[in-house]
């Protein structure tokens, strides 16, 4: 079965340390994006990439990096310089298409929590 | 610059009873509008897109969305809710930039059906 598959569900960061998400998929996407999600508000995006070895800054990208060394995979570091990294983690892909009409394909997400 | 406005931060209606879910949006162009539906605890699920083919797009478990091009609107609609319809719902616009595009999201309308 395709999809996206993030790991893991939970995950707890003590402080000073990072902590990466995993995100990985099997739908032969170009494309793939993090997300977070606060309480109440819409998704912002932190870092998107449309090709391997390479990446672009989103709205958010202070205190995450990230990494595309193979197409199916996308893992997020949450470091120590997030002063606020409580949320819950969206990871998506896409095709890549014309004026951006490809939808998204989403994770079930991690959340991540402040020890 | 591309975005939407999601008109109701929550709305709550009876089981068997119509469900709309307002969604203005702002483009310099013909945009890409998605619609997505969020299960607590869980990633976002597309429920129907418009790619400036037919402008009422039928989506799964019964909605469906009328593009509005002179209101900017692409409010979306289900003639019957379910109890299983309760969840968060996001329209989302596809932003278009020089060589790549992104999605802007809404912030988010919460949906409670009552029995």
């Known amino acids: 079965d395709g999809g996206i598959t993030q790991s893991p569900k939970y995950l707890f960061r003590k402080e000073g340390q990072n902590v990466t998400l995993s995100c990985e998929q099997n739908l032969n996407h170009d494309a793939m994006y993090w997300y977070r999600q606060d309480p109440g508000q819409g998704l912002r995006l932190i870092y998107y990439?449309?090709?391997?070895?390479?990446?672009q800054k989103g709205d958010i990208a202070e205190g995450y990096s990230v990494s595309r060394e193979k197409k199916e995979s996308f893992p997020l570091t949450v470091t120590s310089a997030q002063k606020n990294p409580t949320a819950f983690y969206l990871c998506?892909?896409?095709?890549?298409?014309?004026?951006?009409?490809?939808?998204?394909?989403f994770g079930d997400g991690t959340r991540l929590s402040i020890l | 610059a591309q975005s939407v406005t999601q008109l109701d931060s929550h709305v709550s209606v009876s089981e068997g009873t119509p469900v709309l879910l307002r969604c203005n949006y702002s483009?310099?162009?013909?945009?890409?509008l998605f619609w997505y539906v969020q299960h607590p605890n869980k990633g976002l699920q597309l429920l129907l897109k418009?790619?400036?083919?037919?402008?009422l797009v039928k989506g799964i478990n019964g909605f469906e969305a009328e593009f509005k091009k002179s209101e900017t609107s692409f409010h979306l609609t289900k003639p019957s809710a379910h109890m299983s319809d309760a969840a968060e719902y996001f329209c989302?616009?596809?932003?278009?930039?020089?060589?790549?595009?992104?999605?802007?999201f809404g912030a988010g309308t919460t949906v409670t059906v009552r029995a």
């Open positions: 989302v616009v596809s932003v278009v930039s020089r060589s790549d595009y992104k999605l802007s």
């Open positions: 483009s310099s162009y013909s945009p890409s």
């Open positions: 418009y790619t400036s083919a037919a402008t």
């Open positions: 990439s449309q090709i391997v070895n390479d990446f």
């Open positions: 998506a892909s896409s095709h890549l298409g014309a004026n951006g009409n490809q939808p998204q394909h």
